[in-house]
């Protein structure tokens, strides 16, 4: 089966002068993937295939997985945050809309 190719990319922090970390989804038509996070000195890949009905779920399944761990870890520094720095208002508006949108994106 031929799959529509798939190759979206963007920096993480793309108004940074300080950072290069970037990921890139990848899907060619044979059906191979490839998911890449990078930095400017290491990575991580999730590669894999899809032949067989339980390769569609392994594969959303790895990615779902990634993806809840980013945003607990991101509540982590959020409430580390939080519990850090002085009381500002705006400030603490602004992390009650990024918990929130974090919490809903983890439903």
């Known amino acids: 089966m031929d799959f529509e190719p ?3 990319k963007a920096f993480l922090l793309p108004d940074s ?3 290069a970390a970037m990921y890139h989804a990848k899907l060619f038509p044979d059906g ?6 990078h ?4 990575g991580i890949r999730l590669i ?3 032949k067989e009905e339980s390769d569609y779920v392994d594969a959303a399944e790895k990615l779902m997985t990634l993806a809840k761990a980013c945003n607990e870890f991101a509540l ?22 990024i918990r929130t949108d ?4 983890m439903l």
Do not use: A
């Not at 520094?77 to 939080?82: G, R």
């Open 6 to 8: 798939y190759n979206k």
């Open 17 to 19: 002068i300080n950072s």
């Open 32 to 37: 191979k993937y490839v998911f890449r996070i």
């Open 39 to 42: 930095d400017c000195l290491t």
């Open 48 to 50: 894999g295939e899809l």
């Open 76 to 97: 982590h520094f959020l409430n580390l945050k939080d519990e850090v720095l002085p009381e500002d208002k705006k400030f603490r508006e602004e992390l009650k809309k």
């Open 102 to 105: 974090l919490y809903t994106s």
